[in-house]
């Protein structure tokens, strides 16, 4: 009791009082999120407003450098023992915010946790493929996976290592509310709702960052952001759309900042039930979307027009790839051979969390060749219910974005394509073996030979239309120097400010 | 009085029995987070293993009856996202929701209130027409739109007022307008009205007659009279004012309840959406009482106990 009535008093005393707003602004990056982080244990959850803070706390296993190659990070090299065992060297610098060595136990550690279903990780479908970790000596960690397992580097990209002996002590629950890790910013303190708080480690063994204290503010509405950014309360924002992107660039005191990510805009259909159970209808589909246009008219031409599933950034990406042309002349035709009439309905499910204009001028390109096509809403966690509901309860269409965060093949296609997966709307014996083969091989070039094999019979059998990359956009300060990457990473200590 | 306290507290206790049944159960007519929580490609296996961990695989009577159980400890629970107390963090919220809809409050009255008494006084005057104006900008611009001009306003343009968030004393200015208009406006309509309704009775008349000064008998008897109907829209209206705080505070990224309330609802954290909703109910039967109350203080003839 009397506890929370001395948070409340100091609570209420901040919200009443002036507070900080005192340093000069190049001591401090402030940065607007849409939401608090929901939780500052790396373990937990992986949302980008988390993941954004944590990040900056911990080291991973490994990273990926701007341009998205894999890179070292607590592990400087790695070697296949045999198909299912890695074998990993630490280095031997790293200390943790407490001045304790980050050792091969703390690797150990860290990966036994996030795949302990006691901890209730919504991230542990990640890592569970890891079925054993063991330290060799203190700089050198083996994994051994279920089998070969071609993804375990990309997934060891998002694996922070956390400090055994710490988080040991304090519990879970405290280590979520004050994280400690090894990386380039510690953290200071949450003002719940309000922000999150970073200092530089000084200390750090790699690029030290550039700001010596980072705020994290959660803003849910993105004209605030804008204006925050433009009345210089904020360095750098998040998630704008193209719109306001627009009205930044008026603005001689802010920039836009871009880049394509490994995000995929798809148009996904029921190959299973119900009139787009018929190619020809899925193929007049495809052709009568001009995505293209949607780009140009409505994104400002940001995002790239997409072919196949997987973005240039993705292992089992490969050119060449036509795709639909937009041809509504030959979708008007492929429906009439269908026997699709006005009286035939189709349903396209959607959220509010996928711009509404988007999925509008489908509908409209749809109504133009001819079809009858109702829009139906849900919140998001509706939607997610329904996308992977079965195909008789799933409607006909439903427009949608995927990123695995792991730029590989199997992230993507598997889950949308293979048979065993609840999001697939379709059955295809040939595709499944491909993806299995992928999945299940080391040799990178043999995995891009079934990878290709997958985006032909996915090109002839359109059970999704694969609309464009998705292109994320940022705003800032003119003096920040920053390259946004395709994962969506935030590392303050990649950035510079220029005066 | 002690009768009219006691039935009101059963009432009370039966009313917010059902707002928080109501509310367990309409939140999970549309499933559980599990599905927020997890990443897209989740397995079937991974999504039934989360959901049974979080206890969402139970029946719905269960999992009622353990909140129940759960609210007579007097514990609220854990945010299902957040892993916090969820005591904690309405603890942290509430003070910032309190402050902001005090000083709408004080927005709302101290404009609200003298320009309603003088638009009754002036009535079929220019001024009234202008003020007129004024209230019904008030009441009819939606606060999301309202909230962004300012902001564009005062804040890009200006340079004035910080743009959101709570930096100082100056932060709440701008949001306590855009929440209060709207009760300001109410205010002044029904200031206006009951006013006028008093300035035609006859110890109006008597009371100037006997040669006070129009200023006192306004003071002193017509807003002493007029009282009870603006008691009872004070509380309607400070309900008002927080159910306009989700609007508000998520515009201005004000830290409060509202945006709270906002992105739980969202993320589907049952157990703040409920501790808010309880909240609520409390609130606006602790303010539906305290009216009742004032009414026999500032009108003898009113007795609570419903005997004469």
């Known amino acids: 009791m009397a506890r929370w009535l001395m948070r409340f008093s100091i609570a209420a005393l901040t919200a009443t009082l002036f507070v900080g707003g005192a340093l000069a602004a190049k001591d401090v990056l402030v940065v607007d999120l849409v939401q608090e982080p929901s939780s500052l244990d790396p373990h937990l959850q992986w949302n980008p407003d988390s993941y954004f803070v944590y990040r900056n706390v911990f080291d991973n296993m490994v990273t990926r450098d701007d341009e998205g190659k894999i890179t070292p990070q607590v592990a400087t090299s790695w070697r296949q023992i045999d198909d299912s065992t890695t074998e990993f060297t630490l280095r031997s610098d790293i200390k943790f915010h407490d001045g304790t060595p980050l050792t091969a136990d703390d690797v150990v550690f860290s990966v036994k946790r996030i795949i302990d279903p006691a901890l209730k990780s919504p991230q542990r479908d990640q890592f569970n493929k890891i079925v054993d970790a063991t330290a060799v000596n203190p700089t050198t960690v083996q994994l051994k996976t279920e089998g070969p397992y071609p993804v375990l580097l990309a997934q060891l990209v998002k694996l922070s290592i956390v400090p055994k002996a710490h988080v040991t002590q304090v519990g879970n629950d405290k280590f979520n509310q004050e994280p400690m890790g090894s990386g380039p910013y510690k953290f200071v303190s949450i003002q719940r709702g309000v922000k999150t708080t970073l200092a530089r480690n000084d200390t750090y063994w790699g690029t030290k960052g550039p700001f010596a204290t980072a705020e994290f503010h959660a803003v849910p509405d993105p004209a605030t952001r804008v204006a925050d950014l433009r009345s210089g309360k904020a360095d750098l924002i998040v998630t704008i759309n193209a719109d306001l992107a627009a009205e930044l660039k008026k603005d001689a005191r802010v920039k836009v900042l871009s880049v394509l990510s490994e995000r995929v805009a798809y148009f996904h259909l029921n190959a299973l039930a119900g009139p787009t159970a018929d190619l020809r209808v899925r193929k007049a589909i495809a052709h009568a979307i001009d995505r293209q246009g949607i780009i140009d008219g409505l994104m400002a031409g940001y995002d790239k027009p997409a072919t196949t599933m997987l973005s240039p950034v993705h292992v089992g990406y490969v050119e060449g790839f036509k795709g639909y042309a937009y041809d509504p002349a030959k979708a008007k035709a492929l429906l009439k051979e269908a026997g699709i009439t006005a009286d035939t309905s189709f349903t396209l499910f959607t959220a509010p969390t996928f711009d509404q204009r988007i999925v509008q001028a489908i509908q409209q390109m749809l109504i133009d060749v001819g079809m009858k096509v109702t829009i139906v809403t849900s919140d998001f966690a509706g939607w997610l219910k329904r996308a992977q509901s079965s195909p008789a309860e799933f409607g006909e269409m439903s427009f949608s974005r995927w990123s695995c965060g792991c730029q590989d093949a199997d992230g993507v296609l598997f889950p949308l394509y293979h048979s065993s997966s609840q999001w697939a709307k379709l059955r295809d014996g040939a595709i499944d073996k491909e993806l299995e083969a992928g999945r299940s091989l080391l040799d990178p070039a043999a995995r891009l030979t079934h990878y290709k094999r997958v985006h032909e019979l996915a090109e002839a059998a359109v059970p999704l239309v694969p609309l464009y990359q998705v292109a994320i956009l940022y705003g800032a300060r003119k003096e920040l120097r920053w390259t946004p990457t395709p994962n969506e990473s935030f590392f303050i200590n990649r950035m510079k400010w220029e005066e | ?308």
């Open chain 2, 1 to 308: 009085m002690g009768r009219f306290l006691l039935r009101r507290l059963i009432q009370s206790a039966v009313a917010i029995l059902g707002t928080i049944t109501l509310v367990f159960f309409i939140q999970r007519l549309a499933g559980d987070p599990t599905l927020l929580m997890l990443p897209e490609g989740a397995t079937r296996q991974d999504i039934e293993t989360l959901r049974h961990q979080l206890g969402f695989d139970r029946p719905l009577a269960i999992q009622y009856l353990d909140y129940l159980a759960q609210l007579a400890r007097f514990d609220l629970g854990q945010s299902l996202v957040q892993r916090v107390p969820v005591l904690d963090i309405i603890v942290a919220r509430l003070p910032y929701t309190l402050y902001l809809a005090g000083s709408a409050l004080l927005v709302a009255v101290g404009i609200g209130l003298p320009v309603g008494i003088v638009m009754a006084v002036r009535r079929d005057t220019k001024l009234e027409r202008v003020l007129m104006a004024l209230v019904l900008v008030g009441q009819s611009m939606p606060t999301f739109w309202s909230g962004i001009l300012l902001i564009l306003l005062f804040a890009v343009t200006l340079g004035a007022m910080p743009s959101s968030g709570v930096d100082g004393l100056r932060s709440v200015v701008l949001p306590a307008i855009a929440l209060g208009a709207l009760t300001m406006a109410t205010y002044a309509r029904v200031a206006r009205t009951a006013v006028l309704e008093e300035l035609g009775r006859d110890y109006v008349s008597a009371a100037q007659a006997k040669g006070l000064l129009f200023r006192s008998v306004i003071s002193r008897h017509i807003l002493r009279n007029a009282a009870t109907p603006i008691i009872t829209i004070s509380a309607l209206e400070i309900a008002n004012l927080l159910a306009g705080a989700v609007i508000v505070e998520t515009v201005f990224a004000w830290p409060g309840l509202g945006q709270l309330a906002v992105q739980s609802i969202a993320a589907r954290d049952f157990p703040i959406v409920q501790s808010i909703v309880l909240l609520s109910a409390f609130v606006s039967i602790a303010l539906n009482l305290a009216a009742d109350i004032l009414y026999s203080v500032v009108d003898p003839r009113i007795r609570l106990d419903g005997v004469a």
